[in-house]
Nanobody, 121 residues
Framework: QVQLVESGGGLVQPGGSLRLSCAASRSIFRLNAMGWYRQAPGKERELVASITTGDSTRYADSVKGRFTISRDNAKNTVYLQMNSLKPEDTAVYYC???????????????WGQGTQVTVSS
């Protein structure tokens, strides 16, 4: 099994920055992509950003130009740099890994425990 451990959340003022980190307990065989999701109270969990093993990235429209996802393969770690934060960014942020099954088709998921990001003055 793989554990994803997140860090870097906290309270920041609007316009501020945070960098989230997600460290996997080991390298992940058959990894497709890693990403960050977020969920605010009463809202559905949504994809914020993802990065594939080929380093292709995608972002939610609401964070384009403000957030950057990156990874360090040697450290089995993915990062989310969040700049120009807005109150609307307040949510629990979850690290996610998509892994190919060793048989048949399809994928399965690993999830971090979540880290709270609060943007408020």
């Amino acid at each position: 099994q793989v554990q994803l451990v997140e860090s870097g959340g906290g309270l920041v003022q609007p316009g501020g920055s945070l960098r989230l980190s997600c460290a996997a307990s080991r390298s992940i065989f058959r990894l497709n992509a890693m990403g960050w999701y977020r969920q605010a109270p009463g809202k559905e969990r949504e994809l914020v950003a993802s990065i594939t093993t080929g380093d292709s990235t995608r972002y939610a429209d609401s964070v384009k130009g403000r957030f950057t996802i990156s990874r360090d393969n040697a450290k089995n770690t993915v990062y989310l740099q969040m700049n120009s934060l807005k109150p609307e960014d307040t949510a629990v942020y979850y690290c996610h890994a998509e892994v190919r099954r060793g048989y048949g088709s399809g994928v399965y998921d690993y999830w971090g425990q979540g880290t709270q990001v609060t943007v408020s003055s």
